[in-house]
């Protein structure tokens, strides 16, 4: 989008302010706000931010300004503010791209994929929960008589929701994202808005916008959203999957469709999904970047009966036990994934282990069958089934020696990430809370 295409836009729209938006490392929005009486100078110059306050964005207050240049290809009128729009954008630093911008390090895999002929395409699976603060301040479920045991899909539930899921819902039509599966899922107060695919940049910046639009209007009708992994230890965590396929540049043809295969799937997306395999506990420290994370990577069954995610280092058809599922012919699944992770840093993973895959044409194995949340772990260790790291600590050890995973981040950025998370770590395991105060205190 040109500049005079953005200002020809601008007023027929009737735009008055810009957010002029980047991630830092969480994947959480910051942005500033911009009338429009200067988008000249944001259009050449970008926004001033200072890093350091920015989050996690490897500067020091003693750094220079960071400015984000946007790219007004993302440009998103908000349904709800119509004068106003949220726009993308890059970091720069001293005139040059900055290795420690997320959106930066996607762009610059999604090159490396085009130079190979290839085009991702991706489509993500966001749920998130519905939350009130009780009396004390804590946050409670948002509609107390969401209690079934087994909600999902519940008519009755999904209706005394429905202000919230239709506003949502409609946001997006009005925006083009083509919305076409929603529902109330497996936990309580837990919902779930599905949009058609694009290509993997505008997919990653869709689902930032998402994000904060679910979190805004959640607040705007009197509630809470959360994307948390596992906010309540007897409930259903929310995952985020991500949907993959490999497309020739034109965006004419799926490279990953095999109508003759037993799977629907060619070989490229076999050596694509065996190489996202053959990383899986690198990409775990991205996919699933919090402590909290490895609370929902689980087999325990909470209380609706099935946890939804994966630990199997494994692929499967229509089976929602395996890692990567294969829900149709043409594209694959990776359920590892959940609501936390940074959808630039985590797309720029899984398309450098899966082009890794093709250059060296890993083979995944064969497909597993069955539940494998009712196996054995020695059983599943004896079939040579590997398993996700059980921690976030465990997790950035992998990336750490993951050296395809490191380039595809900046060898600096993927230090600088392990770091951050190894302190999160820490900070958490030095942590003394109630349940170790209830269950040592009497006895020792």
């Not at 909600?151 to 009755?156: F, S």
């Not at 695919?197 to 994000?211: C, E, H, I, K, V």
């Not at 194995?365 to 465990?394: F, H, K, M, Q």
Request: with cysteine; glycine share 8%.
């Amino acid at each position: 989008m040109t500049l005079d295409q953005v200002k020809e836009f601008v007023a027929a729209n009737g735009i008055d302010f810009f957010l002029c938006s980047f991630v830092e490392m969480s994947g959480m929005p910051k942005a500033k706000v911009v009338p429009v009486t200067h988008l000249d100078d944001m259009a050449s110059e970008g926004a001033g931010f200072a890093g350091f306050a920015a989050g996690n964005m490897g500067q020091g207050p003693h750094d220079s300004d960071m400015m984000n240049i946007p790219d007004f290809n993302s440009m998103t009128v908000l349904p709800w503010r119509k004068n106003t729009a949220w726009v993308a954008g890059n970091i720069q630093v001293e005139g040059e791209p900055f290795g420690y911008c997320p959106r930066t390090i996607l762009q610059r895999q999604l090159a490396k994929a085009e130079a190979k002929g290839y085009r991702l395409n991706l489509g993500v699976e966001a749920e998130f929960i519905l939350l009130k603060k009780d009396d004390q301040g804590n946050y409670a479920l948002a509609d107390p008589m969401d209690t079934l045991e087994k909600p999902c899909y519940d008519l009755v539930t999904l209706h005394r929701n429905l202000d919230v899921m239709t506003t949502l819902i409609g946001f997006m039509q009005e925006l083009g994202w083509e919305p076409y599966a929603n529902d109330h899922e497996d936990a309580n107060c837990q919902f779930e808005i599905n949009w058609t695919y694009s290509d993997a940049l505008t997919t990653a910046d869709r689902q930032t916008f998402f994000r904060w639009m679910v979190k805004v209007n959640a607040e705007r009708l009197g509630y809470h959203a959360t994307f948390m992994p596992k906010p309540f230890s007897h409930l259903t965590g929310s995952g985020a999957h991500y949907h993959m396929s490999l497309w020739d540049p034109e965006n004419r043809t799926n490279l990953f469709l095999d109508d003759g295969d037993e799977n629907g799937l060619s070989k490229e997306a076999y050596w694509f999904m065996a190489g996202i395999l053959n990383h899986a506990k690198a990409i775990s420290a991205v996919s699933a970047p919090l402590v909290n994370s490895y609370k929902r990577l689980t087999r325990g069954a909470p209380r609706s009966g099935a946890s939804w995610a994966p630990i199997c280092i494994t692929y499967g058809g229509s089976n929602r036990t395996q890692m990567i599922r294969i829900p149709d012919a043409g594209r694959i699944e990776n359920r590892a994934i959940d609501g936390a992770a940074n959808p630039y840093l985590t797309t720029a993973a899984m398309l450098a282990a899966g082009l890794d895959g093709i250059e060296n044409r890993m083979e995944p194995g064969e497909r597993n069958e069955g539940n494998l949340y009712e196996v054995p772990e020695s059983e599943l260790r004896a079939r040579g089934i590997d398993l996700l790291p059980g921690t976030l600590a465990e997790a950035a050890d992998h990336l750490a020696s993951d050296d395809v995973l490191r380039e595809a981040l900046g060898t600096e950025y993927a230090d600088y990430y392990v770091q951050v998370k190894r302190e999160e770590w820490a900070e958490y395991h030095l942590h003394v809370d109630q349940w170790e105060r209830e269950r040592y205190l009497p006895v020792y």
